[in-house]
């Protein structure tokens, strides 16, 4: 735009305006979707094109200028939340900016492996090789542990109230693990070698299509060397191993007679003798496992699965289907973990005002995000509807046993067919296929509400507890 302003030697002169025409004003529509693209950022086909992005109120689903263009068309799929970055499980005290429990450690370090007799004196005991597994393996690792004198703010049991609402205890003596340097490697090695035995006690009982798809995921594993399948079936395992408590085994259980039953929160292993770690030893295990393990192998499988994505090729199209399953199935598990906590505990449906910082609605960010990847990777389109038997498919990327897979779930989804219809009523804690029957959707839609309540539980809540 250019306007005409007297000048000081000529009679007029020319000035060109940097911006262009004059802005109209916002109407109220207008107003709020530029808010939320300010809160989100654009997608990137918007930003790239450097158009407006007219976004929705929910940040899974794809802008206006996305939603009417076809899948199949898309760069990458709309969506604001970008797949690395979602919550998979939770991170325990490795978010203590503090280091609180290197403090503990230090604290206790000095006085290690004293015993504070009852007449005063002091004695000294050696620090000790003991083995550690959990509830559903006989897999061990050694870890050392040592002797600390527990001050007042130290938890050395379990509480819990059972089923009569009566409260109950179970006390340790209080021992930690002292070479935690020692302890990481042993985990890092004892992870890959339990890992079956995991999926196999923990699926028995399953639906039918979960336990299907984990077995042919170990098949196409065993058959691919898939670097992303091997990923999501040791992040599956690796995570269900920090939501259970510790067990020690062999020899040397403290001097306290093996578990007969299950302890409030410590599951009985019905393989070998055994009984809970202190429950300090529990959350140094828990903070190695996800220091060591857990967030660098998340960082790596989430990079494979986008990749993969992103390349567009329909041969990516089988291993991205089974990664995203074991990682929806991995969150609802999770968030089974989170009902179960919140009853234990006492915490309720009802909204708090830091009620974004829910591990639940983490959980569900997570989940959508997932699902708008694979839904894109699909095109648009239902893969597992089509008729793989019949010639008219093209069958040119698939192997003998993934179509016979294929069809063979889909079999199975069409016995389960009332049930999963009416899924979306109901509660995504208490249903282990409430996300991975959403991946067989040929109408997936990423606006799709979720009709039922959020817990309200943080991650400071099971850091208290």
């Known amino acids: 735009m250019t306007t005409r302003k007297r000048g000081p030697h000529d009679s007029t002169q020319i000035i060109f305006r940097a911006y262009g025409t004059k ?32 976004q929705a109120k929910d940040g899974f689903a794809p802008c ?15 969506c604001r939340i970008d797949i690395v970055d979602i919550k998979l499980f939770r991170l325990g005290t490795t978010l203590d ?18 015993i504070l007799l009852a007449d005063g004196s002091t004695s000294f005991e050696a620090p000790r090789k003991v083995l550690l597994t959990h509830d559903v393996c006989t897999t061990t690792f050694e870890v050392t542990i040592s002797r600390y004198q527990p001050g007042p703010d130290d938890t050395t049991g379990y509480s819990w109230t059972d089923a009569a609402g009566h409260r109950c205890k179970y006390e340790l003596p209080p021992y930690y693990i002292s070479n935690l340097a020692e302890a990481g490697r042993n985990l890092r090695q004892y992870i890959p070698k339990a890992r079956l035995e995991f999926t ?17 995921a ?76 857990l967030i660098p192998l998340k960082s790596k499988v989430l990079h ?12 990516n199209w089988y291993e991205i289907f089974l990664a995203s399953f074991i990682v929806l199935h991995s969150s609802e598990v999770v968030l089974g973990q989170v009902m179960d906590y919140s009853r234990r505990y006492g915490i309720t449906f009802v909204p ?29 389109a239902a893969p597992l509807a089509l ?30 067919d009332d049930k999963l219809q009416n899924l979306k009523n109901e509660s995504m804690y208490e249903n282990e296929i409430f996300w991975c029957h959403q991946l067989f959707f040929d109408d997936w839609k990423a606006d799709m509400p979720y009709l039922g309540k959020f817990l309200t539980c943080t991650e400071k809540d099971f850091l208290l507890s």
Not at 64 to 78: D, E, G, N, V
Not at 249 to 267: F, V
Request: hydrophobic share 35%; net charge positive.
């Open 200 to 216: 196999r006690a923990l699926l028995v009982n399953s639906n039918p299509v979960i336990s299907k798809t984990f077995k042919e």
């Open 97 to 114: 900016q503090l280091a609180g429990l290197q403090r503990w450690m230090q604290s206790k370090e000095s006085a290690k492996g004293a």
């Open 218 to 293: 170990e098949r196409f594993y065993s058959d691919s060397k898939s670097e992303l399948i091997a990923g999501a079936l040791m992040l599956w395992s690796a995570t269900r191993m920090i939501e259970r408590v510790w067990l020690i085994t062999g020899r040397d259980t403290l001097g306290l007679p093996p578990m007969k039953h299950s302890i409030g929160p410590c599951r009985y292993n019905p393989f070998i003798e055994a009984i809970p770690v202190t429950p300090i030893m529990d959350t140094q295990l828990d903070e190695i496992a996800l220091k060591h393990v």
């Open 64 to 78: 206006a200028r996305c939603a009417k263009t076809s899948p199949r068309l898309l760069y990458r799929p709309c």
């Open 23 to 54: 802005r109209s004003r916002f109407h109220e529509e207008s107003r709020k979707s530029t808010a939320l693209t300010r809160i989100f950022g654009a997608c990137e086909a918007c930003r790239k094109r450097k158009l407006r992005c007219e």
């Open 304 to 315: 494979l699965l986008k990749d993969k994505v992103l390349e567009k090729k329909k041969e």
């Open 352 to 380: 708090k005002p830091n009620d974004g910082n829910s591990l639940s609605r983490e959980y569900y960010h997570a989940c959508k995000t997932v699902l708008a990847y694979f839904h894109f990777a699909s095109g648009g």
């Open 387 to 416: 008729d793989w038997h019949n010639q008219a498919s093209d069958t040119s990327i698939m192997s003998h046993e993934q179509v016979d897979f294929l069809c063979d779930i889909k079999n199975e989804l069409s016995k389960q």
